[in-house]
């Protein structure tokens, strides 16, 4: 050290005689674990100890070549200002002194990033000679754990690589991948595969290929490994999983075509039903006791209760209200009669139509097996084999649209089924009207036979 230093002395002088000035960093390389503080010394001598005005800065560059060089911090002398980057500043300190001819670097928590080149400048007017001195820092880190990835079909015959990176790790970690077989035993690797970079290329692979890949990331400070297991299997098995993989999607498919078919028919047929219900409603009498009002029973009741707001009527009075009541109920019961026929024969004549569309699907249906005959006959000209298949294609889009019609044919019928028992039950209301009709007659006679026998 003594030495080193009699040798920058006897450099100084010989430098003053010649107007120079002369810089120095101690070490070439400095190497610093990531998270440490750090300081870097750097000193100066000039001939004119007090300079009237000087700077000094501070600067770091990429190691790659061509590297541009950045600014971090600079002092000023005689104002003995320092500026320091914004993405250093809160972590770097600049201890300079122009006069005692030195200026100290001081860096905390350290990072990856400062895995960099340092120099430092002295510019004083009028001194001449190196003034500019670099040093390099080596920021030491563990490899973090490197990403396995396979790359290539694991088919029989076939060329696939391994590739194995940590994204951190100074100095750079070096790679080499182990192979073990399907019971965890060691085993070299094939003597075609190639291990460079962390990239491990395998020819030709085969059944005795399959097992466990381990890749480990070493540099002086650590290492960290990963892993991967590879199965080689025949191609047929991966189609077999492919067309597995399609059949289920397929399967999905058709199920929700179906579900929502079936809540489509579903909707249809409550509207349906709700249209039936509001029609019987309004067929059916509001007020069906109005033809108890009207009889002799009712009179005989309001007599005997002795209100007197309910008045009796003469016998033939009653008897022409309750002719024109009845003739109202029966124009009214005819008109909603003539309506329901008139449906009844809209419907059936649609029906009849729909039956019509079915026998020219029929006949179609019977086109197309005939087709399908053709098709056995013209199987080598590949012409009309593309024409089958486009009949082929229309025949199933007939048969659909015959099966919706003869959905909506059953859906029709069963109204019409609906229709025709309320037909019945009128029948069973009309002959009881007519019960009570008759009825009433027998006491229209014998209240007749009272009012005789009293005169």
């Known amino acids: 050290m003594e030495r080193r230093t009699s040798c920058l002395a006897l450099l100084f002088i010989v430098w003053s005689g010649v107007d120079a000035i002369t810089v120095a960093i101690p070490q070439k390389q400095y190497e610093f674990f990531r998270g440490e503080n750090i300081t870097l010394p750097f000193t100066f001598q000039a001939l004119n100890k007090k300079p009237s005005q000087a700077s000094i800065t501070w600067s770091v560059l990429d190691i790659t070549p061509d590297a541009e060089e950045v600014v971090i911090a600079s002092h000023y002398y005689p104002d003995n200002s320092t500026d320091i980057t914004s993405t250093y500043e809160g972590r770097l300190f600049l201890d300079a002194n122009v006069t005692a001819g030195k200026a100290t670097l001081k860096l905390n928590f350290i990072t990856l990033n400062e ?50 990176l940590s994204d951190e790790g100074s100095p750079p970690p070096i790679y080499k991948w182990e192979s073990y077989d399907v019971t965890n035993q060691n085993r070299p690797l094939p003597p075609k595969a190639t291990d460079v970079g962390g990239t491990l290329s395998l020819y030709n692979i085969s059944k005795d290929s399959s097992g466990f890949y381990i890749c480990r990331s070493t540099n002086k400070i650590g290492s960290a490994f990963c892993n991967v297991t590879m199965t080689v299997m025949p191609p047929s098995m991966q189609i077999g999983s492919t067309a597995g993989i399609i059949g289920g999607v397929l399967a999905f498919l058709i199920i929700l075509v179906v579900i929502i078919c079936c809540c489509c028919c579903r909707k249809k047929k409550n509207k349906e039903e709700f249209a039936m219900t509001k029609h019987d409603a309004e067929y059916h009498d509001d007020n069906p006791e109005r033809l108890y009002e009207n009889s002799a029973d009712g009179e005989e009741r309001a007599r005997d209760s002795g209100d007197p707001k309910v008045t009796i009527s003469d016998p033939i009075e009653r008897r022409d209200n309750y002719g024109d009541k009845s003739e109202r109920y029966d124009d009214r019961k005819d008109r909603r009669q003539d309506d329901q026929r008139s449906d009844y024969d809209d419907r059936r004549s649609d029906y009849s139509d729909r039956r019509n569309d079915d026998r020219r699907n029929d ?31 229309d025949y199933d889009d007939r048969r659909s649209d015959y099966d919706d019609r003869r959905s909506d044919y059953n859906d029709r019928r069963s109204d019409y089924n609906d229709r025709r028992n309320d037909d019945r039950r009128s029948d069973d209301r009309r002959r009881d009207y007519d019960d009570r009709r008759s009825d009433y007659n027998d006491r229209r006679e014998r209240y007749d036979d009272d009012r005789r026998d009293r005169h």
């Open 115 to 164: 895995n960099k080149k340092f120099v430092c400048r002295v510019q004083i007017p009028k001194d001449l000679g190196i003034s500019a001195a670099t040093t390099r820092v080596v920021v030491l880190a563990a490899p973090s754990k490197p990403n396995c990835k396979i790359q290539g079909p694991t088919e029989y015959g076939q060329d696939i690589t391994l590739s194995c």
């Open 363 to 393: 006949d179609r249906r019977n086109d197309n097996r005939r087709n399908d005959d053709r098709r056995n006959d013209n199987r080598r000209n590949d012409d009309r084999r593309s024409d089958y298949d486009d009949r082929r294609s």
